[in-house]
């Protein structure tokens, strides 16, 4: 179900902290240690916001229990990606039918009010 | 024509200044007969099935796809203030909320909508408001097929 990964996607991403994560992971995998550097958090608070990164599909993590590297997910990123671009299109065009027929309604609208107003004279 | 979205909140935003006046805008926006004309993407065409244009009215609709595909649509009209905005709940999935701003500027007309997608609160309230969410799934599979085909 797109909608439902995409909602778990939205929601993972709605924390300042894991947006700053994902953007640290964007130059390359990483370790915990590595990652919880420039965040004044402890190590278990990082950890908790992993496991929503994880669950959400967005990181992978290596399995070596020591090290467990951290590695930036593309795909549910290009989900939402996509979600966007799918409404921004369909805006876009709407919008553009809309203008052409307002303009027609215009014209319409002009060329009545010019019978109406001759009718009266 | 400017999209701006905010991840986080879930939320899209669509504006365009149209060279219209706002009462002619509104026109085009709330009679059927008008806004099957514009409505959806170049090459859709739009059946009206009801229009009840007021708050806590069922506005139904089909959307034809040039590639004979058809959408689905259901909402109810949420808060209709004539002539500046008008919110809807889209109900058949995707969920989402709507409000429709029009702002005089002079003869132009400014439109903003702006619609805030599912989560859980707003799933809640519609399965409360509405009874089942009709039709999600299927509507749902027809988005994601949709998605997999741009």
Redesign the interface.
């Known amino acids: ?3 439902d990964r ?2 778990t996607t ?1 929601a993972a ?3 300042p902290t894991r947006r700053a994560i994902l953007a640290r992971l964007c130059t390359g995998e990483t370790t915990v240690t590595e990652l919880s550097k420039p965040f004044d958090m402890s190590l278990p608070a990082i950890s908790k916001h992993l496991k929503v990164l994880e669950h959400a599909g967005l990181i992978a993590r290596g399995r070596e229990a020591q090290w467990r590297p951290c590695r930036l997910e593309a795909s549910p990123l290009k ?2 990606a ?22 027609q ?2 014209s319409k ?1 002009r060329k009545h009010g010019r019978r109406h107003r001759r009718r009266r004279t | ?1 400017a ?1 701006a ?1 905010d ?4 939320e ?1 935003v ?1 504006s ?1 200044v ?3 006046p706002r009462e ?2 509104w ?2 926006w709330s009679d059927p007969k ?1 806004i099957v ?6 090459g859709f065409t739009t059946t009206m099935q009801e229009m009840d244009f007021r708050p806590g009215g069922v506005w139904r609709f089909i959307m034809h796809g040039p590639d004979g595909t058809d959408y689905q649509n259901k909402s109810i009209y949420r808060e209709i203030v004539k002539p500046e905005r008008i919110a809807f709940s889209h109900v058949s ?2 969920l989402f909320e709507a409000t429709v701003t029009f702002t005089a500027e002079g003869e132009k007309t400014r ?1 903003d ?1 702006r ?1 805030v ?4 609160e707003l799933r809640e309230k519609v399965a409360k408001d509405f009874g089942a969410v009709e039709g999600l ?1 299927q509507n ?1 599979d027809r ?2 097929q ?2 997999a085909k ?1």
Do not use: C
Not at chain 2, 117 to 120: D, G, Q, T
């Open positions: 179900m797109v909608n995409l909602t939205l991403l709605a924390d989900e939402v996509e979600w966007v671009e799918h409404y921004r299109r369909f805006w876009e065009d709407t919008f553009d039918r809309l203008d052409e027929y307002l303009t309604l215009k609208e | 024509m999209v979205t991840v986080a909140a879930r899209i669509a365009r149209f060279d219209a002619l805008v026109k085009a008008h004309q514009w409505w959806g993407p170049k999935g995707p439109v909508v619609m997608f599912e989560s859980a799934h749902l988005l994601e949709h998605l741009m």
